[in-house]
Nanobody, 115 residues
Framework: VQLQASGGGLVQPGGSLRLSCAASGRTFSRFHMGWFRQAPGKEREFVATINWNEGITYYADSAEGRFTISKNDNKNTVYLQMNSLKPEDTAVYYC?????????WGQGTLVTVSS
């Protein structure tokens, strides 16, 4: 199983980025696909999740209204559209796939919000 995260980079406050997570190696129909992040000196925290079958989404308070998680079934890819970025959004963002029996993590992609 592989979760390949990409799309991070340097962006100014108020800007946007779209992260991608390409999933491969198994069927993810029973999984919740999510994004987590870890800022320097802080613990990893939940950002957003989407249920692969129904497409039901859930967001952390910090992401609600600014971030949108979505998926492309044909490409087996999950996205995180991030708008109105703030310096406090600076972190390594990790893709996650979780079911009742298994959890997988991607390698992380760095997002830096700075002027």
């Amino acid at each position: 199983v592989q979760l390949q995260a990409s799309g991070g980079g340097l962006v100014q406050p108020g800007g946007s980025l779209r992260l991608s997570c390409a999933a491969s190696g198994r069927t993810f129909s029973r999984f919740h696909m999510g994004w987590f992040r870890q800022a320097p000196g802080k613990e990893r925290e939940f950002v957003a999740t989407i249920n692969w079958n129904e497409g039901i989404t859930y967001y952390a308070d910090s992401a609600e209204g600014r971030f949108t998680i979505s998926k492309n079934d044909n490409k087996n890819t999950v996205y995180l559209q991030m708008n109105s970025l703030k310096p406090e959004d600076t972190a390594v963002y990790y893709c996650n796939a979780a079911s009742m029996y298994s959890t997988y993590w991607g390698q992380g992609t760095l997002v830096t919000v700075s002027s």
